[in-house]
């Protein structure tokens, strides 16, 4: 499986932006698929995560009632709707897929076993 992210961008605080991870290959039931994002100098973080069979979602504290995860079966694609910005959300925007998720460690980047490029978003302040 290979993974494209798109949709990044300059946004000023308070705007909205959504990523787009097109999927390349076929995902099965057992996968799960992820948004992280890095700042600079900073650690890679997990952002949210989609189960592919179920679509059940987990968003991370920092980013839950602002960013939505969701996905689209019949286009292999995942999106993030990102609302309500901050500068803090500045970062590059990964997204990851697990062949074999289950529910356990998603929110660790050594859990996943592809990476798209990533995506880089800007929010000015």
């Known amino acids: 499986v290979q993974l494209q992210a798109s949709g990044g961008g300059l946004v000023q605080a308070g705007g909205s932006l959504s990523l787009s991870c097109a999927a390349s290959g076929r995902i099965g039931s057992s996968y799960a698929i992820a948004w992280f994002r890095q700042a600079p100098g900073k650690e890679r973080v997990f952002v949210a995560v989609?189960?592919?069979?179920?679509?059940?979602?987990v968003h991370a504290d920092l980013v839950k009632g602002r960013f939505f995860i969701s996905k689209d079966n019949a286009k292999n694609t995942v999106s993030l709707q990102m609302n309500s910005l901050k500068p803090e959300d500045t970062a590059v925007y990964y997204c990851?897929?697990?062949?074999?998720?289950?529910?356990?460690?998603?929110?660790?980047?050594?859990?996943?076993?592809?990476w798209g490029q990533g995506t880089l978003v800007t929010v000015s302040s």
């Open positions: 990851a897929a697990d062949r074999f998720a289950d529910g356990t460690y998603y929110y660790l980047p050594r859990t996943y076993d592809y």
């Open positions: 989609i189960r592919w069979s179920t679509g059940r979602t």
